[in-house]
Structure formats: structure tokens, C-alpha cells
């Protein structure tokens, strides 16, 4: 219909510059305000008429490229969006934080926790988490084995603060002080089992903690000589499945848990 209209329009354009043509003819058809008026008439609608179907395809085909770019990006992102919650992805937090962590095991009646150290955490949440025992939650924590002077060589690289002493006793010094002293020995006797440590020889990739094999906040390392935000995967739903699950339960596997009845000596 568009199309029909211009050619119309250019028509008549055309018509009315003919007319002009004519009017200007002398001396018979001689008429020279009506030839001016009809010139500029004609070559305004044919201008206009062209300008506006030029501009409008222009525009349609802008839109149309838009609208294609559009589509592909909502694709994209519907399929990224599936590839992530298929692997059991559902949230990633910008930097790791004590206290969300503790917030998560308020809910929850297990925790497997792999840590390197945790001296903050541990001094900051013991009441709390010896609290969370009592009413029914186990917890069980995994730390890189202090006595491996070969593993505390190499992880101690990361840190611009520790050697391999200091990181040792870093490690010594939290389960000691707050895990043994402020929460294992203040628990009745009935609850102590709830508390377990494994000290294991194994290089740690990652810190994890897992609530009720349901959820698994992953930490990646990476080498560096300070600290630097990392980001919290989470992983919700089936984790059966997922890889770093597996891992973090083979973590314990094959290790007696340390008798936390008297302290470590490093």
C-alpha cells in the first residue's frame, strides 16, 4: 500500500512539473503564476515522497537488524542461562564473606567446610557455631595437614606475610584456640562427636563448604602474594553429579578425624 501511495505521489509530482512546463510555454499556453506554482508543488512531492520512502526503508531495515541482534542475544543468553543451571549453577557472589557463611549454617544441619586456615571466621563466629551444635547441627572441617612441612612449603608461597612456620602455626593456632578450646571442650560430651577436623596432605585447589548436600559454596584458588577478591560459585539442587562434590567429599576419605581432646603440636 506504501508503495502505491509513493508512485502515485511521484505521478502526480510529475504531472504537476509537466503542467509547469506547459504553462511556460509562450505564447499560447503562457500562464507564469500558475507554472510557479505547479513547478514548486512537483519537485516538493517528488522530493518528499522519495526523501520519506528512502528515510522509512532506512529505518525499517535499522530496526530489522535490531530486531535480529535482539533475538540472537535472548537466544544466547536462554542458552547460556541452561548450559549454567544444567551443571547445577544458580548464583555467584562477588567476594566471599564470613558473614553470609555463617548465615548459611544457621539453616542447615550439616556442614562439610574445606578451609585453609579460617582463624577470622573461627574467632569471630565460635560462640555461634558452638550454639548451632548444640541444637543439632554436625559440622566437620577440613584443613591442609600442619605437620606436612612439604605442603606447607608450597602453600606458603601464596601469602607475602607467612613462611612456612607461620602459616603452620596459623593453622595450629585456629583449630587450638577456638575450634578445640572455645568450642569442642564447652560442648557436653554428648555433643562433641558433632564436631569432627580432618587434617589431610592434599593440596587444596579451592575452600568449599557444603550445607546439608544440598548447596556447594565453591572458592577457586589462584596464585597470589595478597589477598584479592575471589568469587563464591554456589551450586544448588543434585550434586551428585558435580565434580567438585566429589571431590569435596573424597577430601576426608582415607583420614582418621583429629582427636581434638588435646591440642595440635606443630
Do not use: C
Not at 16 to 34: D, G, I, Q, R
Not at 185 to 204: H, I, M
Not at 234 to 253: H, R
Amino acid at each position: 500500500m506504501r508503495v502505491f501511495i509513493s508512485i502515485v505521489a511521484l505521478l502526480v509530482g510529475a504531472a504537476l512539473l509537466l503542467f509547469a512546463y506547459v504553462w511556460a510555454s509562450p505564447p499560447k499556453f503562457e500562464h507564469p503564476l500558475l507554472s510557479f506554482i505547479a513547478s514548486n508543488l512537483g519537485g516538493l512531492l517528488i522530493f518528499t515522497t522519495a526523501y520519506t520512502y528512502i528515510s522509512e526503508h532506512h529505518l525499517e531495515t535499522r530496526f530489522e537488524q535490531r530486531m535480529k541482534a535482539t533475538i540472537r542475544e535472548e537466544l544466547n543468553v536462554a542458552h547460556l542461562h541452561q548450559s549454567i543451571t544444567s551443571n547445577g549453577l544458580t548464583e555467584v557472589f562477588d567476594r566471599y564473606s564470613d558473614e553470609l557463611t555463617f548465615k548459611a549454617m544457621q539453616s542447615a544441619a550439616q556442614v562439610r567446610i574445606v578451609i585453609m586456615r579460617g582463624n577470622a571466621f573461627f574467632r569471630d563466629y565460635h560462640r555461634d557455631i558452638r550454639e548451632r551444635i548444640l541444637n543439632g547441627m554436625t559440622l566437620e572441617i577440613i584443613f591442609p595437614n600442619p605437620k606436612n612441612s612439604d605442603l606447607m612449603k608450597i602453600l606458603s608461597q601464596r601469602y607475602s606475610d607467612l613462611n612456612v612456620q607461620t602459616l603452620a602455626a596459623s593453622i595450629a593456632t585456629t583449630l587450638n584456640t577456638w575450634i578445640i578450646e572455645k568450642i569442642h571442650k564447652e560442648l557436653p560430651e554428648q555433643k562433641k562427636s558433632a564436631l569432627r577436623v580432618y587434617l589431610v596432605d592434599t593440596y587444596p585447589l579451592y575452600s568449599a563448604y557444603l550445607f546439608d548436600q544440598k548447596t556447594l559454596w565453591y572458592i577457586p584458588y589462584h596464585y597470589r602474594k595478597d589477598r584479592q577478591k575471589i568469587p563464591v560459585f554456589v551450586y544448588s539442587g543434585q550434586l551428585n553429579n558435580l565434580e567438585i562434590y566429589k571431590d569435596v567429599m573424597s577430601l576426608s576419605g582415607g583420614n582418621t578425624s583429629h582427636d581434638l581432646s588435646s591440642p595440635l603440636n606443630v
